[in-house]
């Protein structure tokens, strides 16, 4: 019977040490996820805020032709409108 017992005994004094190093492991791992995972949403916010800045940039900039010269404003819609109707051509042909 002491035979059994002390393999019993090895075997958990064997098992416990690699279950701690596991557990030890995962919070690591658990971390570096995390950290990404900030660095991620950082970056996402980073961008959203230059998409914000540039469309309020040019929102300002469509106001002031709207305020400044409404020809030229004018003149600006019909190439636009040109241009995008060769394309559709383009695009059918």
């Known amino acids: 019977m002491q035979n059994p017992l002390t393999i019993l005994f090895v075997t958990v004094a064997l098992i416990v040490p690699v ?11 658990r971390k570096q996820r995390q950290e990404a995972q900030k660095d991620r949403q950082a970056e996402k916010n980073e961008r959203n805020r230059e998409i914000a800045d540039a ?6 900039f469509t106001r002031g032709l709207k305020n400044e010269d409404p020809a030229l404003l004018k003149d600006i819609d019909t190439e636009f409108k040109l241009t995008q109707g060769e394309k559709k051509k383009l695009q059918e042909g």
């Open 19 to 29: 279950d701690q190093i596991q557990a030890k492991e995962d919070k690591e791992l």
């Open 55 to 60: 469309a309020k940039a040019f929102r300002e």
